[in-house]
């Protein structure tokens, strides 16, 4: 069974700190990941990482750029599911942090230093440091 989501790394306009999501795992850890979500017939994956961006966190944003794409298998119901995930830079428009979706936990602001540290999967964190790269690379990603 193959499942589509997107979702991606949202920055505040000064590019100093990102909106994360926790959620608990089944052993009651809180793990920090980007926001993501499933994708909803009639829209693109850009319109899906805005969306689930403001209903995961609460904050509206714009997609920059595209940053990249992962992919992973898991089990669901005796079911092997593989799911792919594209990735965008967003960036904030407005809102407030809400935790208010269900499936989340908790949400913050973190700082951009913070991420590599913070974030609870290696494939988020590649995804990090290549928006830091882009960021040093061209002002306005």
């Not at 700190?17 to 979500?37: E, F, N, Q, T, V």
């Not at 990090?128 to 960021?135: D, G, I, P, Q, T």
């Amino acid at each position: 069974m193959d499942e589509t989501s997107a979702g991606g790394l949202v920055v505040d306009p000064a590019r100093e700190h990102a909106a994360l999501i926790g959620r608990l795992d089944r052993h009651g850890k809180l793990l920090w990941s980007l926001p993501k979500g499933h994708i909803e017939d009639g829209e693109t994956v850009e319109q899906t990482a805005m969306r689930e961006v403001q209903e995961e966190t609460g904050i509206s944003a714009r997609v920059l750029r595209p940053l990249g794409t992962i992919d992973y298998w898991f089990v669901a119901e005796r079911r092997r599911v593989h799911k792919t995930v594209h990735h965008f830079l967003l960036e904030s428009t407005g809102g407030e942090l809400s935790d208010e979706d269900v499936e989340v936990t908790e949400v913050a602001w973190v700082p951009l230093a913070e991420l590599e540290h913070t974030l609870a999967y290696s494939d988020e964190r590649k995804l990090v440091r290549k928006a830091k790269e882009l960021f040093a690379h061209d002002d306005r990603a």
